[in-house]
């Protein structure tokens, strides 16, 4: 049974540049969550998909957007990057139907921007 | 809003019991979870509490009092890979998310 799977593991970017980060989420899981988690810190919530629609959105910019596919799997874009948008971020699975539902993590995606 | 406080840093010894204390303010409070996340890895799951009181799982264990909007996770003889970052995190049903504090970085000395 395939946990959480993130890619890439690590990347570089310069300012002003764009990324992708992709997730899979967990074998029977239909909800993605994203979450930033700078050095030192704990996650920061960005949003939450579910049915391929953004269910819930944190504190974070329109340069932050979202997408989730039929098979569940999400990716997260970030446009015109900041050094301040340098971090590890973190994508979570979970199952809608479970009131209080447990997240499950990925190993993340650390992202550094020069 | 929410707002979760817990302490950035602390220091124990090998063998010794160490309690991590959690402070939320929250509404539509729908449960506590503690997660541990060692340097560079994912977080994973510890423990879950919605009713007040003591949930014990092995050598770790988590109180909890709604009334008080407070937690600790306790962890009992310690080891030197019980060094890691613990997360305390509220899940907000209105929401629907889980919503982390800054975590407390447990270092354990031999």
């Known amino acids: 049974d395939a946990g959480v799977t993130q890619s890439p593991t690590h990347l570089i970017k310069t300012r002003g540049q764009q990324v992708t980060l992709r997730c899979s989420p967990k074998?029977?899981?239909?909800?993605v969550s994203w979450y930033q988690q700078a050095l030192g810190q704990g996650p920061q919530f960005i949003f939450q998909?579910?049915?391929?629609?953004?269910?819930q959105r944190g504190n974070f910019p329109d340069r932050f957007s979202g997408h989730q596919f039929p098979n569940y799997s999400s990716e997260l874009n970030v446009n015109a990057l900041l050094l301040g948008d340098s971090a590890l971020y973190l994508c979570?699975?979970?199952?809608?139907?479970?009131?209080?539902?447990?997240?499950?993590f990925g190993e993340g995606s650390r992202l550094t921007v020069l | 809003g929410q707002n979760i406080d817990q302490p950035t840093e602390m220091t124990a010894t090998e063998g010794a019991i160490v309690q991590i204390n959690c402070t939320y303010q929250t509404s539509g409070f729908n449960g506590l979870f503690w997660y541990q996340q060692h340097a560079g890895e994912a977080p994973t799951f510890l423990s879950y509490n919605v009713l007040d009181g003591l949930e014990e799982k092995g050598r770790f264990s988590s109180f909890l009092s709604r009334s008080k909007g407070y937690s600790y996770l306790l962890l009992k003889e310690l080891q030197m890979k019980d060094s890691a970052s613990y997360l305390c995190a509220v899940w907000n049903n209105a929401g629907n998310m889980l919503t982390f504090g800054g975590g407390t970085r447990l270092m354990v000395k031999p």
């Open positions: 998909y579910y049915e391929e629609e953004e269910r």
């Open positions: 074998s029977g899981h239909d909800t």
């Open positions: 979570a699975s979970s199952l809608a139907a479970r009131v209080t539902g447990e997240l499950f």
